[in-house]
């Protein structure tokens, strides 16, 4: 009996140490409102979510959809006009304990050369962060011209 007392609380001992090192490493990244218009130039759109940060600063470097193609990160470089330019960055911050909304008007993910996208449909999105590592979220595909989703309506 004693032996199973000493291999029961070392088991014990790993499993409280394992516990607190999985709580420690639980995502602090949460995506909502994930959503793709569907595309009027085939193969090319734009995507727009919301990012919730719990834990520390972090920056969204890569993006890649489940229907191909290449996608950037795009950040407004200033308006010309009436006409808001916008320039490919490196990467998105994400700031601590925040929310970090991509939108028309501000950051968001440029998709080009990508698959078939249908309107009602998901696609996945796998969004890469320095610190969080890779988060998977699926992308509502909408029509905003049919009455469907858009940034404005939601």
Not at 40 to 51: M, Q
Not at 84 to 90: D, E, F, I, N, S
Not at 109 to 133: C, E, N, Q, S
Request: aromatic share 6%; glycine share 12%.
């Amino acid at each position: 009996m004693p032996a199973f007392g000493i291999a029961g609380a070392a088991m014990l001992a790993a499993l409280g140490v394992t516990g607190c090192t999985a709580a420690r490493a639980a995502p602090s990244i949460f995506i909502a409102s994930a959503y793709v218009p569907q595309p009027t130039t085939p193969g090319t759109t734009v995507a727009y979510l919301d990012i919730r940060n719990d834990g520390p600063a972090d920056r969204l470097v890569a993006v890649h959809t489940s229907v191909g193609g290449t996608v950037v990160l795009r950040a407004p470089a200033g308006r010309h006009g009436s006409v808001l330019a916008m320039r490919t960055v490196p990467d998105i911050p994400v700031p601590a304990d925040s929310m970090t909304e991509l939108d028309p008007d501000g950051f968001h993910l440029l998709i080009t050369g990508a698959g078939p996208m249908r309107d009602g449909k998901d696609i996945m999105l796998r969004l890469t962060f320095v610190t969080a590592g890779t988060v998977t979220v699926p992308a509502m595909v909408t029509d905003p011209e049919s009455g469907g989703s858009s940034y404005f309506l939601n």
